[in-house]
Antibody, heavy 121, light 112 residues
Framework: EVQLVESGGGLVQPGRSLRLSCAAS????????MHWVRQAPGKGLEWVSG????????GYADSVKGRFTISRDNAKNSLYLQMNSLRAEDTALYYC??????????????WGQGTLVTVSS | QSVLTQPPSASGTPGQRVTISCSGS????????VNWYQQLPGTAPKLLIY???QRPSGVPDRFSGSKSGTSASLAISGLQSEDEADYYC?????????????FGGGTKLTVL
């Protein structure tokens, strides 16, 4: 059974940093791309970033480009999101999602339960 | 403002057939496949339809998807109370600014 468990969320002041983690199990982690997708309170889904199976291809939404960095450790079956210069508009539930294939242009077929990030002074 | 356009709400009575539309452009739906996600209240999204019209195992055949040009649709037949949820379309966008994934704003389905 595919399991994705996010952690690292919390309350952080504007301008500060936070690192999210996603622990994956139930599938061969290094055979698939991975993504971060967020959902602001009461709002819709927004793709944040994606990374290919070997970290060779990475993409970001314009809203986070230059501030967020996605990475993965295939030896630890883990996905990460380093978030710097956080803004109030980054407040959201952050989901880790598994890609359906090697590259991050493949759709998301499994999702974690999310970790909440609140940016507020 | 979402790149893909969905109606904010839809409704139907049990047993009815409901359709939800998703409109995009040549850089997303027009040149790539569409996926649909179901988000039940208080839960994470779940893949419902991929590659325009394919159902993952376990998804009832009451759910179907289609695509034509720069638009796509999700149809739910034999509507059931447990279908009450938010539905999102998504597609890869071949933007010149850098390819990325785009979502619709979501459609809240109410079963009357």
């Amino acid at each position: 059974e595919v399991q994705l468990v996010e952690s690292g969320g919390g309350l952080v002041q504007p301008g500060r940093s936070l690192r999210l983690s996603c622990a994956a199990s139930g599938f061969t982690f290094d055979d698939y791309a991975m993504h971060w997708v967020r959902q602001a309170p009461g709002k819709g889904l927004e793709w944040v970033s994606g990374i290919s199976w070997n970290s060779g291809s990475i993409g970001y939404a314009d809203s986070v480009k230059g501030r967020f960095t996605i990475s993965r450790d295939n030896a630890k079956n883990s996905l990460y999101l380093q978030m710097n210069s956080l803004r109030a508009e980054d407040t959201a539930l952050y989901y880790c999602a598994k890609g359906a294939m090697l590259d991050y242009y493949s759709n998301f077929d499994y999702w974690g339960q999310g970790t909440l990030v609140t940016v507020s002074s | 403002q979402s790149v893909l356009t969905q109606p904010p709400s839809a409704s139907g009575t049990p047993g009815q057939r409901v359709t939800i539309s998703c409109s995009g452009s040549s850089s997303n739906i027009g040149s790539n496949t569409v996926n649909w996600y179901q988000q039940l209240p208080g839960t994470a999204p779940k893949l419902l339809i991929y590659s325009n019209n394919q159902r993952p195992s376990g998804v009832p055949d009451r759910f179907s998807g289609s695509k034509s040009g720069t638009s796509a649709s999700l149809a739910i037949s034999g509507l059931q109370s447990e279908d009450e949820a938010d539905y999102y379309c998504a597609a890869w966008d071949d933007s010149l600014n850098g390819p990325h994934w785009v979502f619709g704003g979501g459609t809240k389905l109410t079963v009357l």
